[in-house]
């Protein structure tokens, strides 16, 4: 097998352009800002929602999972419209839409005002969360936007560290309406004025303006070929969706399932967040000369070998078992962006990205109720090494793929 096939140590990056970095800046600071106040607000707001409308759970956490599959659905199309007018107006659209949707959490009453809002905030989330911000960027800056994502995932690692405390402090002054109110404030008067500061235009413009002329002269890649990576990417991304899913509410449960105390549970699943980021900072900084399929095939094994580890030590690898758990879904979000745009390039990448991003949002809404009871039934310890053979399911799809063949 010829190895012209193979990704290259160091793919061609187009360098930066000037400004790129401002760009990310500004959308790294405006996405650590609505993910900490939209997909991180049912955590802390939800089991107070459901005492004090006298709601199920399966209700209120249903109405969170409706507006993820809401978003899924809509992904493809919001990909399309990126394409066709550029980011800016896609991303203060998003603005609007969230904080509408948080408007109507905080002002319409009962259980009926809750799920309306949800609804609401399924739009503003197809048009504004990371896969929104990652197509801007690739209209922006094409190949160079693999260190404008990065940059944005770092930035955006430190959601959750934000929106949970800012919550905890929240609820008790303005209760959970108020807290919604204050979050539909602050996009408004934060979020929609950072979103205005970046560069207009389309991606044909920035890629007749800003990227190389051989960028823009790009041969189309073979049609087998992009189906079938296509295929190979969206099986694995949708598959490591459905572990962040399930790890995102039973991970403590997890813990604790393997005999540990339930303060120190807390404190190891309290690790993930500083992993991820610390995840995206390695690719940030050692990471940069490497091809993003070798990062993403690296961040791959980073979850089987921890789950190896937990099977083999018992409950006394629970800490390297999240430390490197974190660490792999921190880079695989680096790659849910940079990985489809090394290897399809940037032409169409905006609309790539709404396609890839259907499958993995549906998993999002689906997989926590699905999998609660397996959690439910079966020993912890199994239940952590089913995770860690899906996650290496998952690398086998990356196996296969290579840069698309040269054109004949």
């Not at 929106?163 to 539909?184: D, F, I, K, V």
């Not at 940030?284 to 937990?310: I, N």
């Not at 792999?328 to 169409?348: C, D, E, H, K, M």
């Amino acid at each position: 097998m010829s190895r012209r096939h193979e990704p290259s140590p160091r793919p061609r990056t187009a360098p930066a352009p000037p400004g790129a970095r401002r760009t990310a800046l500004i959308l790294g600071l405006a996405q650590t800002l609505v993910w900490a106040v939209t997909y991180y607000l049912p955590a802390m707001v939800a089991p107070v929602v459901v005492a004090d409308l006298g709601a199920s759970s399966a209700a209120v956490y249903g109405a969170f999972s409706a507006a993820l599959l809401i978003a899924g659905l809509a992904a493809p199309r919001v990909g399309r419209e990126i394409e066709r007018r550029g980011g800016r107006p896609v991303l203060a659209l998003s603005t609007l839409l969230l904080a509408g949707g948080l408007a109507l959490l905080g002002l319409l009453p009962g259980l009926w005002g809750w799920m309306l809002g949800w609804l609401l905030l399924g739009l503003g989330m197809a048009t504004g969360l990371y896969e929104a911000a990652f197509a801007t960027l690739g209209a922006l800056y094409g190949r160079a936007a693999r260190r404008p994502i990065t940059l944005v995932t770092l930035l955006g690692g430190f959601a959750s560290s934000l929106g949970w405390p800012m919550s905890a402090a929240l609820l008790p002054l303005l209760g959970w309406r108020g807290t919604c109110l204050a979050y539909a404030a602050l996009l408004l008067l934060l979020v929609l004025p950072l979103y205005l500061l970046l560069p207009r235009g389309t991606a044909q413009a920035r890629t007749q303006d800003a990227a190389p002329a051989a960028e823009a002269a790009d041969p189309p890649l073979p049609a087998a070929w992009v189906r079938r990576s296509l295929l190979l990417l969206a099986v694995f991304f949708t598959l490591r969706a459905v572990i962040s899913a399930t790890m995102s509410v039973h991970l403590i449960t997890l813990l604790g399932g393997l005999g540990l105390t339930a303060a120190a549970a807390v404190a190891a699943g309290s690790l993930m967040g500083p992993s991820q980021v610390g995840g995206r900072l390695l690719e940030f900084t050692l990471g940069r000369g490497a091809h993003p399929l070798t990062a993403a095939r690296l961040a791959g094994l980073l979850l089987p070998a921890g789950a190896l580890l937990l099977i083999l030590g018992g409950p006394a690898m629970a800490v390297p078992f999240v430390l490197l758990y974190g660490a792999s879904n921190g880079i695989v979000t680096i790659s849910r962006g940079a990985l489809p745009l090394a290897l399809f390039g940037p032409r169409g990448y905006p609309v790539l990205m709404g396609r890839l991003a259907l499958p993995v949002l549906l998993a999002q809404a689906a997989v926590p109720m699905l999998t609660a009871p397996l959690v439910a039934q079966l020993p912890a310890a199994t239940v952590l090494g089913l995770t860690g053979l899906v996650a290496l399911l998952a690398l086998g799809c990356l196996l296969p793929l290579r840069q698309a063949p040269p054109a004949q």
